[in-house]
């Protein structure tokens, strides 16, 4: 489901781009000038914002369901890396405090180590 909606919101990103790029500019800022075309320059305006806003819509309603889907499957999870369990109907559980594998222990070992058979500082005389 998720693929065929991709690909229809990028058809609709690409005729949505071509639609903008077809639109004339006001003050001539590109340099073209307007032009006979196979319709009147206000009948190819109404058509042209008419298109774009269609499409904006669409590009839009695209991608509120993309990030729905996204979301669909996602679970809560805990910040500290456990398995979030709920043993408390109405409250949040309680957390315990990390007895030992926490990040400043495993930095604290590491000293200690190298601190014994590392490098010694040099002392003074």
Request: hydrophobic fraction near 40%.
């Amino acid at each position: 489901m998720q693929t065929v909606i991709i690909v229809v919101h990028l058809m609709i990103v690409s005729v949505l781009i071509g639609a903008v790029l077809l639109q004339k500019s006001e003050g001539g800022g590109l340099g073209m000038g307007g032009g006979a075309g196979f319709m009147s320059s206000r009948g190819t305006a109404n058509l042209l914002t008419r298109t774009t806003a269609v499409l904006a819509g669409l590009f839009f309603l695209t991608s509120m369901a993309l990030a729905w889907l996204a979301g669909v499957d996602r679970k809560p999870a805990s910040i500290l890396g456990a398995p979030t369990t709920q043993s408390q109907p109405g409250g949040a559980t309680p957390v315990a405090p990390p007895t030992s594998g926490g990040v400043l222990d495993t930095l604290k070992k590491v000293d200690e180590q190298q601190g014994q058979s590392g490098p010694q500082a040099p002392r003074s005389q």
